[in-house]
Nanobody, 124 residues
Framework: QVHLVESGGGLAQSGGSLRLSCVSS????????MSWYRQAPGKERELVAA????????NYAHSVKGRFTIFRDNNINTLYLQMNSLNNEDTAVYYC?????????????????WGQGTQVTVSS
């Protein structure tokens, strides 16, 4: 059974930083591209960042480019999202997902594996 467990969310001030983690089990972590999505109240879930299976390629939503960094450690089956220069619009529940990634087009395709989410709240 696949489990993705996110952690690291919380309350941050505008301009501050947080680091999210997602630990996986029940799948061969290095076989999957991974991603972070987020969903704010009243909005659809959106892709924030994606990373290829070995970390050689990444892709970011325009709204977070230059502020967020996605990376992974395949030795400990863990995905990360370093979030800097946070602003109010980053407030959302953040989810990790295991899926697939086209290295050439840098398009990410989510599979059915989702974590339970971690809340990030940014206050001004």
């Amino acid at each position: 059974q696949v489990h993705l467990v996110e952690s690291g969310g919380g309350l941050a001030q505008s301009g501050g930083s947080l680091r999210l983690s997602c630990v996986s089990s029940g799948l061969i972590f290095g076989d999957y591209a991974m991603s972070w999505y987020r969903q704010a109240p009243g909005k659809e879930r959106e892709l924030v960042a994606a990373i290829s299976s070995f970390g050689g390629s990444t892709n970011y939503a325009h709204s977070v480019k230059g502020r967020f960094t996605i990376f992974r450690d395949n030795n400990i089956n863990t995905l990360y999202l370093q979030m800097n220069s946070l602003n109010n619009e980053d407030t959302a529940v953040y989810y990790c997902n295991a899926g697939s990634y086209n290295f050439f087009t840098r398009v990410y395709y989510p599979d059915a594996y989702w974590g339970q989410g971690t809340q990030v709240t940014v206050s001004s």
